[in-house]
T-cell receptor, first 109, second 118 residues
Framework: QKEVEQDPGPLSVPEGAIVSLNCTYS??????FMWYRQYSRKGPELLMY????GNKEDGRFTAQVDKSSKYISLFIRDSQPSDSATYLC?????????FGPGTRLSVLP | GAVVSQHPSRVICKSGTSVKIECRSL??????MFWYRQFPKQSLMLMAT?????????EQGVEKDKFLINHASLTLSTLTVTSAHPEDSSFYIC??????????????FGPGTRLTVL
């Protein structure tokens, strides 16, 4: 079992849809959870980071962490074509930092 | 958020030449930087972890004599691809760790360098 699993997609949705991106992990030691967005031929951009279980909202983005289930999610409301990118989850504890493989998202106008 | 720059953004070179890529943290001091490579439509692959003032730690399968890493200051790490060959053509991305008051610990990425070896 991989340390972090993420559905690679691709995921295609119509503009305005609610998008749910998910990751599961196996190591309960992870303490910090992050979501990155990577446009084609660009470096990943940090979108959100969370520490505790629960929800964190930033504009159209909501990050959700459920430590008991070892499950994190990123929700995108009112998705836009400009949201089309690859989304990577990441998590860390101490010196350990692990990325998910990324989910390719296409938002169709 | 913290800003990381990379230079050059794109390089094309002949087989057998060496290429140096610079990674700078612009508004914070990074004791640890990371180097990744990414092939088209694939995920990031960690190549090495670079700690300021010490030798880099390479991931399994990454040749340390092929990919030379120097982290001479808290804001600069360099990756030199020595005697580059076409199979080294890839997207190279650096990142820097920014511990924020000890409460969070995340990585900020540079924009990447696209290397094409002819």
């Amino acid at each position: 079992q991989k340390e972090v699993e993420q559905d690679p997609g691709p995921l295609s949705v119509p503009e305005g849809a609610i998008v749910s991106l998910n990751c599961t992990y196996s190591n309960s030691a992870f303490q910090y959870f992050m979501w990155y967005r990577q446009y084609s031929r660009k470096g990943p951009e940090l979108l959100m980071y969370t520490y505790s279980s629960g929800n964190k909202e930033d504009g159209r983005f909501t990050a959700q962490v459920d430590k008991s289930s070892k499950y994190i999610s990123l929700f995108i409301r009112d998705s836009q074509p400009s949201d089309s990118a690859t989304y990577l989850c990441a998590m860390s504890y101490g010196q350990n930092f692990v990325f998910g493989p990324g989910t390719r998202l296409s938002v169709l106008p | 958020g913290a800003v990381v720059s990379q230079h050059p953004s794109r390089v094309i070179c002949k087989s057998g030449t060496s290429v140096k890529i610079e990674c700078r943290s612009l508004d914070f001091q990074a004791t640890t930087m990371f180097w990744y490579r990414q092939f088209p439509k694939q995920s990031l692959m960690l190549m090495a972890t670079s700690n300021e003032g010490s030798k880099a730690t390479y991931e399994q399968g990454v040749e340390k004599d092929k990919f030379l890493i120097n982290h001479a200051s808290l804001t600069l790490s360099t990756l030199t691809v020595t005697s580059a060959h076409p199979e080294d053509s890839s997207f190279y991305i650096c990142s820097a760790r920014d511990p924020l008051g000890g409460l969070t610990d995340t990585q900020y990425f540079g924009p990447g360098t696209r290397l094409t070896v002819l």
